[in-house]
């Protein structure tokens, strides 16, 4: 690892802040570093438009004291600065109140091997910045050399490697490495008061799995210039299709009430709903922390609990809420290994796919929208409700007739989720969080 | 303890001179030093207290229109110029800028922080005191009310910013905030409402300005009002716009494409109409970051320009920018002080402070009694624009407009439209003028700042809402 320090100092000052915690009279302590260096190029109009390298580090900390908590984060590695946030944090805990579900997770005798989920890639560190510019550059040109393309807010290649441990009072140990590359392109077509805009990217842990800047360019500029020309339709209620890419944010939306932290906060629509039905027979959702070289894949999570796969929908049935430790107790259910931090986060988080193809789905439907970019929030996960404004491509008689803009769509996410008409057989992961070509029965279609 | 920012000057020059080390018109080194408290209750008790501390710098050398960037955790003399070498690494061979002797600078003599009692400085029992009393304001106002989340938190950032143009000048920013979300259920339904306030101000606010009971009983009440609110129409219809809430659609609809960078890069739908009518006579925009007191005001950008207030939109005519330096440098106009940046790992671009659309002649009351059938805005969580101009914003609490009248109490709904077309369609402005809540974060690029948005009530001719009936 590239660091400033090397990890073998940084674990070191890890067992040290442990040490110097209990003495200051923490009954348990946690303390998890950080170290990262990250390269970024962004290029433009076939020129280099900002050139980004750097290496950073953090630490954060736990403690609880007579069931009291109090957190902890520094920047700032210096003994001086951190032994002052430990003795800090020892003294903060307790003006909390006592909180019996407070505390460490105990220590799992089950251990996830960090090597087995292929997180790393060394070629990251050799690849030299004039390939990485080169990359994104061309990207661009390919995008570019298409006459439709009137702009561009540029291309951009990242790449990010990092170091993670975790130590606790429990004797947890536990480190891994892992790396992320990234190509992508932001364009737009037509002139200035009638322009349309979209993008196309590839993300990967390793270098060499990453698309191709042809590829990428391509699906960009498809994604683009399908949008010139856009009517506004009225207002009514007609099926949608999401396109994957919009099926991952409807997905985040369910994790987001599936989140165990916002169920036992009661901040969910599905937080009384654990073991009942709360879709049809064709959603099923998992969460998976394991598998190789996934985006969100991780041996053990920020509770240092070892992280596994778990089935958050089954064919419509709700199964598991996905918990650290603390939601987990408050909750009596077991942690999924989803800590992150404070709260929760997703692993490889997706819908299980279906058979037809994207095409066929769209063959199959009479008259509605293919939802293929949303704008704005409007989501709320105590009530389930979904408002957004829309762009996509309008459906009469199985075949693509136009692109439509500036309409919304609204709904409501339990009953998306029972209307699932289709789910198709496209399936890829461009994120943590990923699902297939999804068709519901009715949602609301605002326009004119 | 040692200050981390206190730095000696010669090493300043010399992490100056090692940016330029291969060329390049001008460098600058960012120096940060910021310590957050946050406090956090939910569930009847008092959860967690938290602390972090942020110490950084980042390294930019611009050469023309490219930016090389470098940064770093560690302000030892080595470790900086190894982040200069690294942005230097943007530029090859040019004829260097050189590295002009620094002279300290000093800020508007007129501070915008209001803090007589510093946050960063009070006890933190005190500052418990304050959730304590936002928590049970809204756990206490009605036996609907059944989970209350009260969270309390301050920042002081301190940065040092030297360029090579001779520049050197340190602030100091204190930031308080105070935030109320509370649930109400009934008969399984279940809605929550959202209340809070701060800006760089001191305890003392939370006395004087808005108390914490307002927070949580303003929270609880809007939650109750959902559970009553009916599903929002679908279609369009006039809409007619609360006071201080709803400048988030002057953020989106207007300040997000006024920002310099998306006209520079003629990526924006105004980049092409300064001077040309975009909206109606009604319609004056301003940014102004010299307010006192407020979320989105600074007494130097962080770039270190002094900011003033900037005239975006006149009577519907275009007639400025938010700029940073290096959009003012290559559009040549003078910089505003509006280059801004979430933190040392990323360079300023050009960010919105507080905007506002300018008071207007009419009453409110007489905006809403020229509406027969339309939607009231109450109140907005957020919205997003794009560069062609389409833009949305999400209402929580909405009202129909019935023969001039509010009657039903709406919930969650999103409104879309074109702004060129919306400002046009701006017949009414109110006299009105009120900021929204001094709680809000406005995100670009990856990078947030906090930021303010004001305007008087407004009606809208015609909008899209996106509702469900």
Redesign the interface.
Known sequence: MSGQRGPDDLRLLAERLVELARRAGADEVEVGVGEGTEFNVDVRLGRVENLVEAGSRVLGLRVVKDKRTATASSSDLSWQTLSRLVRNAVRRAELANRDEFAGLAPLSATHVDPLALNLHDPEIRTLDAATKVRLALETERVARADKRITNSHGASFITNEAWTMLANSNGFRGEYEQTYCGLGVSLQAGGTDDRVEDSWFSSKRRFRELASPEEIARTAVARTVRQLKPRKVATQRVPVIFEPTQTAWLLGFLFSCANGVAVYQRASFLADKLGQRIGNERVTVIDDALLPGGLGSRPFDSDGLPSGRHVVVENGVLRNFLCNIYAARKLGLPSTGSADGTGVSPANFFLQPGTRTPGEIIASTKRGLLLVRTLGHGLNSITGDISRGAFGLWIEDGEIAFPVSEVTICGNLGELLETVEDVGNDLEFYGAIAGPTVKVAEMTVAGA | ??D?LLIPREDLKKTLAAALSRGGDFAELFLEHRVYNSIYM??D????????????AGVRVLVR??????????LAPD?LVK?AL?AA??ASTRPRAKVLPPRERHGPRRRVAETARPAHRAA??RK?ALVKEAYDAARGFDPRI??V?AGFSDSLQRILIINSEGLLIRDERPMTKLTCLA?A?KN?L???GYWGGGGRVGLEYFRDVMTPRTAGEEAAREALLLLEAVD?P???MPVVLSPGHSGVLIHEAVGHLLEADFNR???S?F??KMGRRVGTEQVTIYDDPTIPAYRGSYDVDDEGTVPRRTLLIERGVVRGLLQDRLSARLMKRPPTGHGRRQDY?H?PIPRMANTYIDRGEYDPEEILRSVSKGFYVARL????????G?????VSLGYLIEGGRLTAPV????????NIEVLGRLEKVGADLEFGLQTGTCGKEGQEAPVADGCPTMKITRM??????
């Open positions: 303890m040692n981390p939910e569930e008790i008092l959860k967690e207290t938290s602390e972090t501390i942020v110490i950084g229109d490219q930016t090389g960037y470098g940064y770093t955790n560690d470790k982040a690294t690494a943007i933190l029992a418990i059944k989970k989340k649930i259920e399984g279940r809605e929550y929002a679908a279609g369009e890069k003629k990526t739908i980049w092409n790992s360079w969580q957020g919205g997003q624009v794009e560069d062609s389409k833009f949305t914003f999400s919930k969650q709904a999103t409104l879309i439209g074109s899209t809402v996106g509702g469900r009936t």
